[in-house]
């Protein structure tokens, strides 16, 4: 069988490893970076045919609009090019997840971040506020905004950037991540990445013995919209998660077990 990774990182420890797997079971592994240019990557496609399945790691206009392709040719592409571009609009992934009552943090969105400088754009529930950038990308714009002040200095260094603000949810300085495989979950933790608190970092929680809902929102959001491979960021509310972030195919790094469950997955798919 063909697997063809479509990837700009095929040293990616879960990649690499699953890419071996895999050919030491005898099946034939590729991988595609969709932005290697200047070629087309529909021309670097095998030409004795479409591999079985593609695993679409990369979520850069290119690599979307080359899994589209593959798919309109009859090509599995696991994540779809649909799902994958949903979970790259945060305005529409929230969207989504406030119609199905899925924990999240309350959002606006604004088209250009200098909307904040006219007064017109004020955060609707106080301080501290959450500024991301709309469309989720390496790099994109991720910060609190604890004042009036601050919101503006964000807004004089990101004028005209799409962003969506949400409220900010307290929390104990951890971000619990669930990765799910084809509906099997790993679990971390790791320091939040927006103002964690002073030596988070020396005193890890715990991560076994998560409580039921916590995997059972993780296991709804696959199927919300539509994944099959995918990371969800959850905190702390009041004892119950609250989903701050979605990722398709993220840079799953570390537990045991993945490497397999995405080869499989591979399988399956095709």
């Given at each position: 069988?063909?697997?063809c990774l479509l990837t700009d990182k095929p040293d990616h420890p879960l990649l690499a490893a699953t890419a071996a797997l895999l050919d030491r079971s005898g099946h034939r592994v590729t991988f595609l970076d969709p932005d290697a240019g200047p070629?087309?990557?529909w021309d670097l496609i095998a030409p004795d045919g479409l591999a079985e399945v593609y695993l679409l790691k990369a979520h850069t206009p290119a690599a979307l609009a080359l899994a589209r392709r593959l798919e309109a040719h009859g090509a599995r ?194």
């Amino acid at each position: 069988m063909r697997v063809c990774l479509l990837t700009d990182k095929p040293d990616h420890p879960l990649l690499a490893a699953t890419a071996a797997l895999l050919d030491r079971s005898g099946h034939r592994v590729t991988f595609l970076d969709p932005d290697a240019g200047p070629v087309d990557p529909w021309d670097l496609i095998a030409p004795d045919g479409l591999a079985e399945v593609y695993l679409l790691k990369a979520h850069t206009p290119a690599a979307l609009a080359l899994a589209r392709r593959l798919e309109a040719h009859g090509a599995r592409v696991v994540n779809s090019a649909a799902a994958t571009a949903l979970c790259q609009d945060r305005a529409r992934l929230a969207e989504v997840a406030e119609a199905a009552a899925l924990p999240v943090p309350r959002t606006r969105t604004l088209a250009a971040l200098a909307d904040v400088l006219s007064g017109a754009q004020r955060p609707e529930h106080g301080y501290p506020v959450m500024v991301k950038s709309r469309h989720s990308r390496r790099a994109d714009l991720v910060a609190r905004a604890d004042s009036p002040d601050g919101l503006r200095e964000l807004a004089g260094a990101w004028p005209d950037e799409p962003v969506v603000l949400q409220d900010f949810v307290p929390n104990s300085g951890w971000d619990h991540k669930l990765w799910v495989i084809a509906g099997e979950v790993f679990t971390a933790v790791r320091p939040t990445p927006v103002d964690a608190p002073p030596r988070v970092a020396h005193r890890t929680p715990l991560v076994r013995d998560l409580p039921a809902a916590w995997t059972a929102t993780a296991l709804r959001v696959g199927e919300l919209f539509g994944l099959d491979v995918y990371g969800v960021d959850l905190l702390d509310r009041e004892g119950g998660p609250v989903v701050v972030d979605v990722n398709a195919f993220p840079g799953i790094r570390g537990p045991r077990g993945a490497p397999e469950a995405l080869a499989a997955l591979a399988l399956r798919g095709a």
